[in-house]
């Protein structure tokens, strides 16, 4: 590890900036070469400071030069400033005050991705969280902020485009005949909302009318190659912001929105204001190249960094730890979005299964953290799906216990309150309670409380006093620094089912209902239920209405019941996935002991009813035929054992397929669309439930669908059912394989987006020989490591590789922590998130997790950066 070990900051320790910066005037001299930053910043002391005699500390970096610093156009000899620690500090100053920075950067060496660097032939920014201070000096925090001011400088011939936050105000010539452009943003916003873009771009233009009949521009900005692929996202742009107006009641505030795809980015897009930057896999969409998932994902993007507009812009965080104030809120608004667009069941069910899989995952690991974490080391790590989806279902369960009024009273206040404030957590709860009269009191633990709760459940019914009680007991494991924990306020919602697969009313606090949230605030409760006719089968958690893990001794009856019967079409899919992790789990038992796996399931039976029943939306049918992934049942597992859980759902596969063999030839024939290509919800359930369909016929081993699916592949005019097709066929190892992987890229090879999914697949192939491939893949000329995009693809398809990422000799790690050594200094959030897998390695069985840590050992022995040591410290503590 380096010399100097890298310090956690705490929640507890904060305190209000010394210094305020009223205006910000910056000024960039783009060049291939060298970049020179000149700021202006108007800076007084802050009136609510203790400390009124405390140095001015900007933050700023390694990659930053300074080149002159001055207070009020008196340039700062040698001796009256310091750089420190990459900060720089000047001890005597003004009240109030100008201060000029001269300073240099060299974007194209940026590897980062953090700050103002190259992608293609482009100059852009990321500076969410800390990434404005590898621009410039700055007091680079949230709670900092400022109006914005930004000329550009550049040679118009290769940079005719050049953007920035706000309104554009001027434009000319400057002496030495290159072009200027100058942007200003009318609303104060903290340096990570800053952004610029410069190159040689291509637009979509578009108006939006808002609900107060203002004019709003609507720019959406490629390289030219890719302008034909944006129309979806501006389409999706329009939705969400009239959406905003009718479900917040927020409007858009600037004249002009502008978004702008970038191949070259960490994340998904950034929210930044009036200028939002998008990685181009978030952005483009066309049907011939882009599949019904990537549809959904750009729009659900383009609502979501939308939405941040108010949730994080207008009313921003005061502080990192605060990070869910403005995520959480913002991916439940952006999920509530795509449940109104398509179907709320679907959607739902999508949530809830990646939370289940990955969020509890990182809740049970060494990372473990509550969506308002008390310290870290590196803020870009907590970028994590605890912030984001945990936040989001905390988010959530207040509005299931105010109801969609009383979230909307609670919503409104928020940001008339705090509009053009950072703020914390406790300020928005604090909103809903003020505006709703209720106490959330017990409800905040949700914020502080890391781990995901347990809740056990045993029931009693009562025939002649036709009573049925519940009993819950919570429980929540001890996490990294929190050993033990305090009862959570967790709403649980609940319905009766009959044997007659049908709703029973019943009386609850003395009222007769179908369903109740039952609030459930100790550590063992019993709710009692009265007037029940009769003996009911409980439905639990509808909707999933609170993040917990759920334990009721479900019979196979019972749940073969649920999954056809349910009221609740989310219990629904929740029931086949309880019995298939059931069935596989005996499976995986069978497997370990060495014995034959079985033949009986009790799933084809389930399945057999759903085929059958045409009520149903294809879309659920689609994904209760889904099995339980590798991941999830990894995250469910003791000891995670990859080739056991492998061969399971293999073999569950293999015998649903053969079992309906029939049914699964018809679902797939009667699904097929006719109509043009459209990302619409009745399209997508169409080709989903097919596709699904598809993947059993084909386990069955029936010739007629292994044709069929080569013909899909050859037929196909669009992704989805290309790639499904392909999917198919490389699985399963069809002889045409090799043939049909080589075409798709002879065809989609200047597509790099394309290549990208080309590239996963190849990587997720299970041969012999598999980490050769995968390192034939990383020199091809179609792959850069500089791309995070590419990388993503290689490793992802690697990590889906069990064979080989699992491999007993441990190669597969070692190749993955050479990456993470390589990819380091480099670029460190990549290099962060790509050791996940590893700090899973308490979780494995024995003879893998000793192989992982070891990997985890010996990234430990290198220089590390911030990012991939507090990853691999806490993971080995
Ligand atoms: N706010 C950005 C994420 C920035 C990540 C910085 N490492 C995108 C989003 O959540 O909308
Ligand atoms: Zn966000």
Redesign the pocket.
Known sequence: MAEQKPSAIYLKDYTVPNFLIDKTELTFDLDETQTIVTSRLHVRRNPDSLEQTSPLVLDGGEDVKLIGVAIDDYALPQEEFAIKDDKLVITATPNEFVLTCETMIEPQNNTKL?GLYRSSSMFCT?C??E?FRHITYYLDRPDVMSIFTTTIIADESRYPVMLSNGNEIERGKTDEGKTFVTWHDPFKKPA?LFALVAGNLEVLNDTFTTMSGRDVKLQIFTEKHNIDKVDFAMDSLKRSMKWDEEVYGREYDLDIFMIVAVDDF??????NKGLNIFNSSCLLASPETTTDDAYLRVEA?VA??YF?NWS?NRVTCRDWFQLSL??GF??FRDQCFSADTHSDVVKRVEDVSFLKTTQFAEDAGPMAHPIRPASFIE??NF?TLTI?EKGAEVVRMIHTLLGEEGFRKGSDLYFERHDGQAVTCDDFVQAMEDANGVDLSQFKRWYSQAGTPRLTVSDHYDEQAQTYSLTIRQETPPTPNQPTKLALHIPVKVGLVSNANEALSFSFAGQTQDEVVLHVNDVEQTFVFEHVASKPVPSLLRGFSAPVKLDYDYSTEQLLQLMSGDPDGFNRWSASQQLAVNELNALIKQYQNGQTLTEQTHLVEGFKALLADKTLDPAMVALILGLPSQAYMSELAEKIDPQAIKAAREHLRVVAGKALQAEFKHVYESNTVSEAYQASAEQIAKRSLKNAALMYWVASGSDEAKAAVVHQYRDADNMTDQYAALSCIVHFELSEADELLNAFFEQWQHEALVVNKWLMLSAAREQENGLEQIKALMQHPNFDIKNPNKLRAVIGGLGQNVDTFHNLDGSGYAFLADQIILLNKRNP?IASRLCTPLTRWQRMVPALAEKMKGELERIAQEDLSKDVYEVVSKSLA
Do not use: D, F, L
Request: glycine content about 12%; overall charge negative; aromatic content about 12%.
């Open positions: 953090e990321q969410e969280a990434g990570y960490n994340m998904g897009a950034m929210e993007v979501h960094e941040h994080g403005k995520e913002t991916v803020i870009s970028y984001y959030q």
